[in-house]
């Protein structure tokens, strides 16, 4: 979808191991999202970038580290996964559009299970 | 940014107009008005976005009050695909602006046969 992809789309893992998730584009935006999804919660911001390795805290960043060494990836890293982060991943891009608008493109998601 | 207030769920007869309400009551003079949709396991998805004036485009409709403390999307004719999670959000533009966007509960809009 608009030349985004996000991988893996489903993943299985055990408390305390470390997890990373990408999130690829082919659009050359500036900026990129990571959210989290889940019921009850709706969605919420992890993390995001304004650049190359420029990144900034969202709502619920604890227990979450991002890079991006280059603009067509960020990368979203549990260092020890918790089972309080089972979830469904959404990265985002887009942003800032000419005329100041707000219009992100959402990849199909992760699927995380920590068991 | 200002917070929104939108119906938990509505429903709505497939072929018939869906009119999804938005309160944003403490909304800035520099806030716009965004709607988002999320059709169940898949990402959100833009729908559209307005200041004051009426907006419309090949989705949907986006009606401001004059006070701009309310709006309305407006589905006109809408389908079974229509059935998905709508979020109204608010959004300063400008300067320093990083483009994130803060979703909340949303509506989640049954279309019925």
């Known amino acids: 979808d608009a030349g985004i992809t996000q991988s893996p789309r489903h993943k299985v893992t055990e408390t305390g191991t470390p997890v990373t998730l990408r999130c690829h584009q082919t659009?050359?935006?500036?900026?990129m999202y990571w959210y989290r999804q889940d019921p009850g919660h709706g969605l919420r911001l992890i993390h995001y970038?304004?650049?190359?390795?420029?990144?900034d805290k969202g709502e619920v960043s604890d227990g979450y580290s991002v890079s991006r060494s280059k603009t067509e990836d960020f990368l979203l890293t549990l260092e020890s996964a918790t089972s309080s982060q089972t979830s469904v991943y959404f990265c985002?891009?887009?942003?800032?559009?000419?005329?100041?608008?707000?219009?992100?493109?959402f990849g199909a998601g992760s699927r995380l299970t920590v068991l | 940014d200002a917070k929104t207030t939108q119906p938990t769920s509505m429903d709505c007869a497939e072929g018939r107009a869906a009119n999804l309400p938005c309160n944003h009551s403490?909304?800035?003079?520099?806030?716009?008005v965004y709607w988002y949709r999320q059709i169940h396991s898949q990402g959100p998805q833009y729908i559209i976005h307005?200041?004051?004036n009426n907006e419309t485009n090949e989705m949907a409709s986006l009606i401001i009050t004059e006070d701009r403390k309310s709006s309305t999307l407006i589905l006109p004719h809408a389908t079974l695909r229509d059935t998905a999670v709508y979020y109204c959000?608010?959004?300063?533009?400008?300067?320093?602006?990083?483009?994130?966007?803060?979703f909340g509960q949303g509506t989640t809009l049954q279309v019925k046969p």
């Open positions: 985002a891009i887009g942003g800032v559009g000419a005329s100041g608008a707000n219009v992100l493109t």
């Open positions: 307005g200041l004051k």
């Open positions: 659009e050359n935006h500036r900026y």
């Open positions: 403490t909304i800035s003079g520099n806030e716009y």
């Open positions: 970038s304004y650049g190359v390795k420029d990144t």
């Open positions: 959000i608010v959004r300063v533009h400008g300067s320093g602006n990083t483009g994130k966007l803060i």
